[in-house]
T-cell receptor, first 117, second 117 residues
């Protein structure tokens, strides 16, 4: 069975500092994908970054990077130079093996990030 | 390009009533999913589909039915509404590209806010 765990319910960070949001996962699938989404107070879900289990390099998208440690089953999101607009809920998600009925995406419970000016 | 469209945006039901939440996407995505998000929590997978005619249960399927007669539509039916089903419901879709299936993020609708009295 797949499981995603986010252990930080909430975080406060000073503007312009870097922040790491933790995510650990558990799966028996040999190949899988990991996603991070942002949900601002307006409620929409915004895709941030993706990491495939066989990707050799850690994924990066602008100020977002994913610190992927396969052996430890962790996929932490790093936001560099945080901005006030980064205040939101952040969700880690995992997809199992592709091309099967098990190819579903499940989400962690989220981390509420608040950026202080 | 409308993306993922959910209707209605808001709904109030009485306990025991039934209703259908509509979800349509115009991106020719094979994968579609329904999630519920309770206050302060992450998204929990209700049902998902990997293509027309194929559906499967997620983490919290009880009390909900789905069908997928076309690629575009994936309605969610509440059989007999209960106060515990008060939540925000998100529909999502994802593209399947043979041979590149691991890196496609989900596109989300704006959500349906459902209250059961």
């Amino acid at each position: 069975a797949q499981k995603i765990t986010q252990t930080q319910p909430g975080m406060f960070v000073q503007e312009k500092e870097a922040v790491t949001l933790d995510c650990t996962y558990d799966t028996s699938d040999p190949s899988y994908g990991l996603f991070w989404y942002k949900q601002p107070s307006s409620g929409e879900m915004i895709f941030l970054i993706y990491q495939g289990s066989y990707d050799q390099q850690n994924a990066t998208e602008g100020r977002y990077s994913l610190n992927f440690q396969k052996a430890r089953k962790s996929a932490n999101l790093v936001i560099s130079a945080s901005q006030l607009g980064d205040s939101a809920m952040y969700f880690c998600a995992m997809r199992g093996r592709e091309y099967s009925s098990a190819s579903k995406i499940i989400f962690g419970s989220g981390t509420r990030l608040s950026i202080r000016p | 390009n409308a993306g993922v469209t959910q209707t209605p945006k808001f709904q109030v039901l009485k306990t025991g009533q039934s209703m259908t939440l509509q979800c349509a996407q115009d991106m020719n995505h094979e994968y579609m999913s329904w999630y519920r998000q309770d206050p302060g929590m992450g998204l929990r997978l209700i049902h998902y589909s990997v293509g027309a005619g194929i559906t499967d249960q997620g983490e919290v399927p009880n009390g909900y039915n789905v069908s997928r007669s076309t690629t575009e539509d994936f309605p969610l039916r509440l059989l007999s509404a209960a106060p515990s089903q008060t939540s925000v419901y998100f529909c999502a879709s994802r593209l399947r590209i043979p041979g590149q299936g691991l890196d496609q993020p989900q596109h989300f609708g704006d959500g349906t806010r459902l209250s059961i009295l």
